[in-house]
């Protein structure tokens, strides 16, 4: 019994497996014509793109139509990319385009910076009797005419001059600018000063009792007016340049000094007698130093056309 039910098992098995080959080998034989019709019925395109996709993917580009190719090419790498300069601008209407290398800014002309010294022994400070006004004055006036820094030897309230080279252009007069000098506890201050003719100066009274500025140049007097306690600013344009002394006729020990030049190339030494000068023509030039117990000394300096020139000027 059991048998019989194997053999008939083993008959249906082998039917459904010729019949499932017999359908394969139908399938296979009308592929290709299943295939032909779907291309034959297909739209172009989407021929091309199965063609390219059974050539691989570099057949690609060739079979796409013509408004995709484009952006299919290939980049090349960044490495063998030109690089691209930036367009020049264009010069603005009026305006001239600076030749290639020339800096836009203006150059910045030559600096002579340096010091005054002086070597010599400091004379200690004198002293001057009141005889008036002593409520405000005190009955005594400590006067140092020579104040040196103790470490540097550096000399205060000198003038520094650079002279106008040959051929040289003074420079324009400056804008009014007030130079002022102070009464104040009986003495001038500043007690030395520099200025450009076109300045201003102006004296003012601080004290409580009358004062009077008598300023002159060479014997010529320039200003001389009584400053009563309280009153007003008294002003006056420099219009000449020279040494001014600076003295009033109520405390006879009472006196400043002012430097007036025709161009703006001076300084006035700081306490460690430091002092700068800008803007100087290059070439030859004559320095000049004035102090007012030292006197005066001068030196000759090349200035070249750009850079700094340091140099010490030494009182002996």
Sequence with gaps: MKSNRSAMCSQAFVRLLSVGVSVLMIGLAGWPMLLAASQSDADPNEVGRRAAVSQGLQGLAPVLPAKFRRA??????????????????APQPGSEAPPTGQALSEPVGPVIVGRVLYRGPVPSPTLSEVDRDQEVCGTTISMTP????????GLRNAVVHVELGEGDVPAERPAAASIVVRNRQCRFHP????????????TVNDDPVMHNTHITVANSTVL???????GRPVKKQLKKAGLQMITCHMHKFMQAYRLVFDDPYFDQTTEDGRFTISGVSPGLHRISVWHETLGAMQRDVQVPVQGTVVLDLEYK
Excluded: F, I, K, Y
């Design 146 to 153: 020579l104040s040196v820094d103790t470490t540097t030897r």
């Design 224 to 230: 001389n007016v009584a400053m009563v306690a309280g």
């Design 191 to 202: 007690h030395v000063s520099a200025a450009q003719v076109g300045n201003e100066m102006g």
């Design 72 to 89: 299919q090419e290939v980049v090349p790498p960044v490495a063998e990319l030109e690089p691209v300069s930036p367009a020049p601008a």
